[in-house]
């Protein structure tokens, strides 16, 4: 149990397109959903907290109008990249959390590899 | 605010070696602490966590790892590497009540060779 999805696993994108990353949480119903980012050879870095039906919490130095975050219900969050440019590109990974029953570990999708030309 | 510091950014172990990934954590409350690996353009897998109860913790395919308050370390190990351990592993620790933050290490690349 306790399965993430992502969608798609890879994109590629003309620079000022918007593009939309989803992560599902399959089994359990996600009060919480995490994303991250990761560049090549580095770890993981927190962008925002999302709670189901309130607005995401974005980390320090994380623009909230260029990714933008809805996790409109227990099972599936977006993050939709507005206006991406080549530097926006990078490994996006969601977790999803479910507090009552799973305590806090998370659960990781299996990543979306962003490439914007 | 928590961190954990991951020495070593490669290690390098023959099959059937000992693997021993380092971590250290900082934190002013009690911790929780995992390991993760991660193979090639694919997400995180949890190998083990440690939630304040036994200090020595056991996790998937063979991996254990001890939390040592009096060393602030929690020392990811495997007594024989197989060649399928080859990925990266990262240390994360989150605080208790924290808000469920993971903080992660930097990573370390394993590299086994026959």
């Known amino acids: 149990g306790a399965v993430v999805s992502q969608h798609p696993s890879w994109v590629i994108c003309k620079s000022g397109t918007s593009v939309k990353i989803e992560c599902r949480s399959l089994d359990f119903q996600a009060t919480t959903m995490f994303w991250y980012r990761q560049f090549p050879k580095q770890s993981l870095m927190l962008m925002a907290t999302s709670n189901e039906g309130s607005k995401a919490t974005y980390e320090q130095g994380v623009e909230k109008d260029k990714f933008l975050i809805n996790h409109a219900s227990l099972t599936l969050s977006t993050l939709t990249v507005t206006s991406a440019h080549p530097e926006d590109s990078s490994f996006y990974i969601c977790s999803a959390r479910e507090w009552v029953r799973r305590g806090n570990e998370q659960f990781f999708g299996p990543g979306t590899r962003l490439t914007v030309l | 605010a928590q961190s954990v510091t991951q020495l070593g950014s490669h290690v390098s172990v023959s099959e059937g070696a000992l693997v021993l990934l380092r971590c250290n954590y900082s934190?002013?409350?009690?911790?929780?602490l995992f390991w993760y690996v991660q193979y090639p353009n694919q997400g995180l897998q949890l190998l083990l966590k440690?939630?304040?109860?036994?200090?020595l913790v056991k996790g998937i395919n063979g991996f254990e790892a001890e939390f040592k308050k009096s060393e602030t370390s929690f020392h990811l190990t495997k007594p024989s590497a197989h060649m399928s351990d080859a990925a990266e592993y990262f240390c994360a620790v989150t605080l208790t009540g924290g808000g469920n933050k993971l903080t992660f290490g930097t990573g370390t690349q394993l590299k086994v060779e026959l």
């Open positions: 934190s002013s409350v009690p911790p929780y």
């Open positions: 440690y939630t304040s109860a036994a200090t």
